[in-house]
């Protein structure tokens, strides 16, 4: 790995290939869903329902639309401030299977 692939924390992903891959590596978490335009309020911005938070190997990504925008994010604590910042507080929610996954881990550590 690079020294500038260390640096990435955002990355948009364009492409179907690109979705693969990312999934292939199964790091870090990826988002689907409306990112709204800045300066756009109202319709367009999307509900918490849509605009999900994955693990990167998680099964559900596969069934996402390819017409949704796509954020792959290094870490959780990046991926919910940025998603905080350019969605909305609110306005995106963890994938249910994968927030089940987040829950049995930490009932299994006590």
Known sequence: MLATD???V??????EDDFA???LEA????????????GKKGKGRG???????????????ERTPATEDRLW???VRVASAHLDEHVG????????NCQR??????LNEL
């Not at 509900?47 to 990167?56: D, E, G, V, Y």
């Not at 507080?89 to 249910?96: A, I």
């Open 6 to 8: 260390l640096a990435v």
């Open 10 to 15: 955002v990355r948009t992903i364009e492409s």
């Open 21 to 23: 891959e990312t999934r």
């Open 27 to 38: 790091i870090g978490f990826i988002f689907h869903g409306v990112i709204p335009e800045p």
């Open 47 to 61: 509900r918490a329902t849509s605009n999900l938070l994955h693990f990167a190997r998680c099964t559900k990504l």
């Open 73 to 75: 994010f290094r870490s």
């Open 89 to 96: 507080e609110g306005r995106w929610s963890w994938c249910k």
């Open 101 to 106: 996954e987040v829950t049995q881990k930490v």
